[in-house]
C-alpha cells in the first residue's frame, strides 16, 4: 500500500506539472532540481527498485553495513578537512564547512542519520567486540561533527529517535526474560542500553544549553554558518495562498521561488533578506507541498501514514517475536530522514536516502507479513510475454534517451560554471554558448544577456575610440542581451527575475540612443513588479526607468510606493531628492536627504550631499554612492 501512494504522489506532480503555466520548468527544471516532476518520479522509482531488490533480511543487512562503511568514510574526512582544509580541499572544497552533502548544515544531518545507524547495529545485530568499539568511535566523531555544526535541530532529532531505540530495547530485554520465563530471585538482569543513554543526556545537554555550550566548539574551530530559509510560519502562508489561487493542482512543481515573490509577507522587506528569492521554504517536504495543490498534500498525507502505520505495526512485532531487527533498523532511519526533510532543505542526497530506505522497508516488511507480496508472471501465457518483453524494451528505448538528455544537461552545468568564473569576457561567452547549445533554461538565458550586457558596457566606455568592428560589436552585443532576456521570459513568464533583466537590457539600450524602447523598460519591470508586487525595488527600477522616458510624476509615484513598501529604503530618498533638486524643490530635496540620513548617520557619501545641499541651492549636487542599504543592482546608482 505504500509503494501505490507513492504512486499517487508521482501522480500528483505530473497533473500538477502538466497544468503548470511554465510547464518545463515543473517537469524539467535546471538540472537535478529536486522539487521537479522528473526528480520525484526517479525518486520514487529508486523506492519501488530497493524495495524489490533490497527487501530481504540478507540484502538489508549488507545496505546498513555498507551505510557504516560509506558514512564512516564520510565523517573521518570531515572532521579531519575542518583542521587541514588546505590538505583536503581536493580542489573545490575550500573552506572548512565546505563537504561533499552541500550545505553544513546538511552534514550535520547527516552526521546524526550515520550515528543513528551506528547506534542501531551496536545495540541490535551481533557484533564482536572489536567490531562494537569501533561503531561506538564513530559514533563519538558523528557527535562531535554534530556539535561542530552547531544546528540545533540535529540533537532534537538525533535525542528523540535515540529515545525510541532505548524504550525498545527495553522493551525487548523485558519480553524476553518474561517470555523465557527467567525467575526474579536467579540474579539475571536485562540488558541496559548504556550507550544509547548516553547519546540520549548528550543531546539534551546540548539542545538545552543552547549557544552557550553549542557555540563554544564551532568558536574554537573558527567555523561560521549563514544560511537563511523562510520560517515555517512564512512558508505556510504562502502555500494557503497558492492554495487560494489554484486549489486542485496548485502553481506546479519547482515552483516555489515564484510562488515566495508573488505571496510573501511585507514584514519582510524590515529585513535585510528583503531582496532574496528563496527557491525552497523552511523544509523540503513543506516546500514540495506547497506548491503542487491539494492533490499533492493528500498524495503526500496518504504516504506518510501508511508509512507510519506499517512501521509501527513492524516495531510491535519485532517486539513481541524478538526478531527482525532490520525491518525496525529502516523504518526509524527513514523517519528520521524524512523528519528531517520536514524542517529544513537539505538536498538530494539526504531525500534520495529517506526513499531509499523506506523502500527497503516496504520489502522487509512486506516479505515477514502474510500475503504482502504480490507476485505476476508474464512467462505463462505467450500473448502476454510478448507484450511484457515489448513494454521493457520500449522502457529501455526512452530511459536510453532520457539518459542521454541528462547527460547533455550534466555537461552543460560545467560550461555553466565556467561562465561564471572566466576571468574575462569573451571566455564567460564561449562558456555560456556552450552551455546552452546543450541545455536552454531562463537561468542560463539570463546569464547569457548578463554576460553581453558585461561586453555592451565595456564597449560603451569608449565609445569616442570605437572602430567600425567594435561598433557593430556593440550592436551585436545588444541585440544578443535582448534575445537572451526575451528567450528567459519566454521559458517563464511568472519569475520576475527574467523581467527584471529584460528591463535592465532595454534601459541600457534607451541610454544607448534606441528609439522608443523607453516605454518597453518600464513596461517590463512593472510586469516583474506584478510578479512580485511587495519588492520595493521594483518599484524604485520603474521609476528610474520613467526619468529616463521623461515621466517625472510616474517617477515619484513609484518611488514614494518604494518608501511605503521599505520606509528605510535610502535609494528611494535619494532619487526624490534629486527629482526635487531638479524641480527647484530645494527644500524638498533636503528633507528627503535628511532623512536618508537618519538612517545612515555615520555615512560619509550622505553627509556631504546634505551638506552640499545646505551650502549651495544652484551647483550641480553629485549623487552619494555606497549607501548602507544599497543592493547589488541598485538604480539609484544609475542616476
Not at 41 to 52: D, G, T
Request: aromatic share 12%; hydrophobic share 50%.
Amino acid at each position: 500500500m505504500c509503494l501505490l501512494a507513492g504512486g499517487g504522489v508521482v501522480l500528483a506532480f505530473f497533473f500538477s506539472a502538466l497544468f503548470s503555466k511554465a510547464s518545463q520548468v515543473s517537469f524539467f527544471g535546471t538540472m537535478f532540481d529536486i522539487g521537479t516532476f522528473w526528480f520525484i518520479f526517479s525518486a520514487f522509482l529508486l523506492m519501488l527498485l530497493s524495495s524489490i531488490i533490497l527487501g530481504n533480511p540478507k540484502n538489508a543487512r549488507i545496505v546498513l553495513f555498507g551505510t557504516i562503511l560509506s558514512s564512516g568514510l564520510v565523517l573521518i574526512f570531515q572532521t579531519a578537512h575542518l583542521f587541514m582544509p588546505g590538505i583536503l580541499s581536493l580542489g573545490v572544497l575550500a573552506d572548512k564547512t565546505s563537504n561533499v552533502l552541500g550545505s553544513w548544515n546538511a552534514l550535520g544531518l547527516f552526521a546524526g542519520f550515520s550515528a543513528l545507524v551506528l547506534l542501531l547495529v551496536v545495540e541490535f545485530f551481533p557484533t564482536t567486540r572489536i567490531e562494537k568499539l569501533l561503531f561506538q568511535a564513530l559514533t563519538i566523531i558523528a557527535m562531535f561533527l554534530i556539535a561542530a555544526v552547531n544546528f540545533p535541530l540535529v540533537w532534537v532529532l538525533l535525542g528523540f529517535f535515540t529515545l525510541i531505540i532505548f524504550v525498545y530495547k527495553v522493551s525487548v530485554a523485558v519480553n524476553e526474560k518474561f517470555t523465557l520465563g527467567v525467575p526474579n530471585d536467579t540474579g539475571a538482569k536485562a540488558h541496559f542500553p548504556v550507550f544509547s543513554f548516553f547519546i540520549i543526556v548528550v543531546s539534551l545537554f546540548f539542545f538545552i544549553s543552547g549557544q552557550f555550550i553549542g557555540g563554544f566548539l564551532p568558536t574554537k574551530l573558527g567555523l561560521s554558518n549563514n544560511e537563511v530559509s523562510p520560517s515555517f510560519e512564512a512558508t505556510m502562508m504562502v502555500a494557503k495562498s497558492v492554495l487560494k489561487e489554484d486549489p486542485v493542482f496548485g502553481l506546479g512543481p519547482n515552483r516555489f521561488l515564484e510562488a515566495w515573490a508573488m505571496h510573501k509577507s511585507e514584514a519582510i522587506n524590515t529585513t535585510q533578506f528583503w531582496d532574496v528569492s528563496f527557491s525552497s521554504g523552511s523544509g523540503l517536504l513543506p516546500s514540495l507541498v506547497a506548491t503542487t495543490g491539494s492533490l499533492g498534500i493528500l498524495a503526500w498525507l496518504a504516504f506518510f501514514v501508511l508509512l507510519i502505520l506499517g512501521g509501527l505495526k513492524s516495531i510491535f512485532s519485532s517486539i513481541k517475536n524478538s526478531e527482525n531487527w532490520e525491518t525496525m533498523a529502516f523504518f526509524v532511519l527513514s523517519v528520521y530522514l524524512f523528519a528531517a526533510s520536514f524542517f529544513y532543505s537539505g538536498g538530494t542526497v539526504l531525500f534520495l536516502l529517506a526513499l531509499a530506505f523506506a523502500g527497503v522497508f516496504v520489502g522487509l516488511s512486506g516479505k515477514s507479513a502474510q500475503g504482502g507480496e504480490i507476485s505476476v508472471s508474464f512467462l505463462d501465457d505467450h500473448r502476454k510475454s510478448f507484450l511484457s518483453i515489448l513494454f521493457i524494451i520500449l522502457v529501455i528505448i526512452i530511459s536510453a534517451a532520457l539518459a542521454f538528455k541528462y547527460a547533455e544537461r550534466f555537461s552543460s552545468v560545467s560550461y555553466f560554471g565556467k561562465a561564471l568564473k572566466a576571468p574575462d569576457v569573451p571566455s564567460a561567452e564561449e562558456a555560456i554558448n556552450k552551455a546552452l547549445a546543450l541545455y536552454v533554461n531562463d537561468l542560463y538565458l539570463r546569464t547569457y544577456a548578463q554576460v553581453y550586457l558585461v561586453k555592451l558596457d565595456s564597449l560603451v566606455k569608449k565609445v569616442d575610440s570605437l572602430s567600425d568592428a567594435e561598433k557593430t560589436d556593440l550592436q551585436t552585443s545588444l541585440t544578443q542581451a535582448k534575445s537572451g532576456a526575451e528567450g528567459a521570459t519566454l521559458y517563464n513568464p511568472i519569475n520576475y527575475l527574467n523581467f527584471k533583466l529584460l528591463g535592465s537590457v532595454y534601459q541600457a539600450a534607451a541610454t544607448l540612443g534606441v528609439k522608443d524602447i523607453e516605454n518597453k523598460a518600464v513596461e517590463a519591470y512593472k510586469t516583474a513588479s506584478n510578479l512580485n508586487p511587495l519588492n520595493p525595488g521594483l518599484k524604485l527600477n520603474i521609476a528610474n526607468a520613467s526619468i529616463v522616458d521623461k515621466k517625472i510624476k510616474e517617477a515619484k509615484d513609484y518611488a514614494n510606493a518604494a518608501i511605503v513598501l521599505k520606509p528605510d529604503f535610502i535609494e528611494a530618498l535619494i532619487l526624490l531628492s534629486q527629482i526635487a533638486k531638479s524641480e527647484s524643490d530645494n527644500k524638498g530635496a533636503l528633507s528627503f536627504a535628511e532623512k536618508a540620513l537618519s538612517i545612515a548617520p555615520t555615512n560619509q557619501d550622505l553627509i556631504k550631499y546634505v551638506d552640499s545641499l545646505k551650502v549651495s541651492n544652484t551647483s550641480e549636487i553629485s549623487v552619494p554612492s555606497n549607501t548602507d542599504n544599497k543592493t547589488k543592482d541598485s538604480p539609484a546608482k544609475k542616476q
